[in-house]
């Protein structure tokens, strides 16, 4: 919630600042809930999985060392190449994640052993936001070319903009998707029809869904290397249709937009958009997310204790 909190104020800046606020609000809540309910008793607390991972290469001993210098490393790194090698002072979406990655490294060691696995999934939280929004999207860019307006304009066209039309289409109400590479405004606009006058929404990279993939895939997946410490066939099925649900929540959240915006106009589509769109996709994701942790629990054994052996019967002297 803290991480889609800065997002949304990355994308919404202060348009939407109390939504912010409430989100921000609400990471903070269930961070102290974890706090008191997710640590297990220090006897029995265990090192966690990014430990048992560097141990391969390490001892023990000096991941207590490994782990922060790797952070630091990092942070170092990331400058480094962003300022000398780009010339770039300026802070985007990927500074903040791999800002956030390198200082969870470097903080790893400062909680206690009993919250291991919390710490954990922090980590690979961040390290695999670090994959998907920047190692792989950077790779794209030098690897094809291609400009980033073009890349994410059409990516959005595709996943979001013409599936949003063509169910609009299906419900009766009439929409154009146009698509428009000229470099000026966005690139993704939806034409529909209030009173009489055509109306023209951009969707931006904010309104697409793609980060939200992103997000939603880089959460599930952390979640359950940490819970399971392992990948299988269920755990594939479950980021398979978390991916589909993330997808579709969005296409719904947007579709709602747009059928306001048709219904009453530009300032209550803005009004939907920023304040009750959001609403609609957390809800979704929510209830997809404890059904799926549910279902996979029980796949997986998790949680299931062996039956208690049966007291033997007392002799005729006890």
């Known amino acids: 919630m803290l991480v889609a909190g800065a997002l949304y104020n990355h994308y919404m800046g202060h348009s939407a600042l109390l939504i912010e606020i409430v989100m921000v609000a609400v990471g903070c809540v269930l961070a102290i809930y974890a706090a008191k309910v997710l640590a297990v008793p220090e006897e029995e607390a265990a090192h966690g999985i990014l430990v048992d991972i560097l141990c391969r290469f390490f001892p023990k001993e000096r991941c207590r060392t490994v782990i922060p210098m790797l952070g630091f490393l990092l942070l170092f790194a990331w400058s480094t190449w962003k300022i000398v090698v780009n010339g770039e002072t300026n802070l985007h979406m990927e500074d903040f994640i791999v800002t956030l990655l390198g200082l969870s490294l470097v903080v790893y060691y400062s909680g206690p052993s009993a919250f291991a ?3 954990d999934f922090v980590v690979l939280y961040l390290a695999f936001l670090t994959v998907v929004f920047v190692i792989i999207w950077r790779t794209y860019y030098l690897v094809t070319g291609e400009s980033h307006y073009e890349i994410t304009s059409y990516a959005e066209y595709y996943t979001v903009t013409v599936p949003v039309v063509a169910f609009l289409d299906l419900l009766g109400f009439h929409v154009t998707a146009v698509l428009e590479l000229d470099g000026i405004g966005l690139a993704n606009i939806i034409e529909y029809v209030h009173d009489g006058s055509l109306l023209r929404l951009g969707i931006g990279v904010g309104c697409s869904g793609l980060y939200s993939a992103g997000l939603f895939f880089s959460a599930f997946l952390a979640f359950v290397l940490v819970r ?8 594939g099925v479950g980021l398979c249709v978390g991916l589909l649900v993330t997808w579709a929540s969005n296409i719904i959240r947007m579709t709602i937009t747009i059928m306001t ?7 209550a589509l803005a009004f939907v958009h920023s304040y009750i769109g959001i609403l609609i996709f957390v809800g979704c994701i929510t209830v997809f997310w404890l059904l799926i942790v549910r279902w996979l629990d029980k796949k997986e054994g998790l949680g299931q204790r062996p039956s208690a052996p049966a007291e033997a019967a007392p002799t005729a002297g006890e």
């Open 228 to 235: 399971y410490r392992k990948l299988d066939r269920y755990i």
């Open 261 to 267: 915006g048709i219904a009453y106009g530009h300032p």
């Open 117 to 119: 696995d919390v710490k």
